[in-house]
């Protein structure tokens, strides 16, 4: 994340990590940065399940979606 602190990717999935190893806590001020540069990164996150790459845990899910920003009406 140091070595190239504007690829938010370098960011995402040390975050899910995090949020895999049980450190959720840890993991919610990244995920926010990485929703706050490209919400697109949360469509990625609900998808990872699917593929294996994250665990199939809603409240999880949900918990971390909460740090992304909110859409506007």
């Known amino acids: 994340m140091k ?7 370098m960011i ?3 975050a899910v990590t995090l949020a895999v190893a049980g450190r959720v806590e840890e993991s919610l001020p990244l995920f926010k940065k ?3 540069l490209d ?5 990625l996150l609900q998808r ?5 790459q994250f ?9 971390i979606l ?6 506007k009406k």
């Open 34 to 36: 990485v929703f706050a």
């Open 3 to 9: 070595m190239f602190p504007d690829n938010v990717e």
């Open 48 to 52: 990872l399940p699917q593929v294996g």
């Open 39 to 43: 919400v697109n990164w949360a469509t």
């Open 55 to 63: 665990p199939k845990d809603k409240k999880l899910i949900k918990t």
């Open 66 to 71: 909460a740090v992304a920003p909110q859409k």
């Open 12 to 14: 995402f999935w040390p």
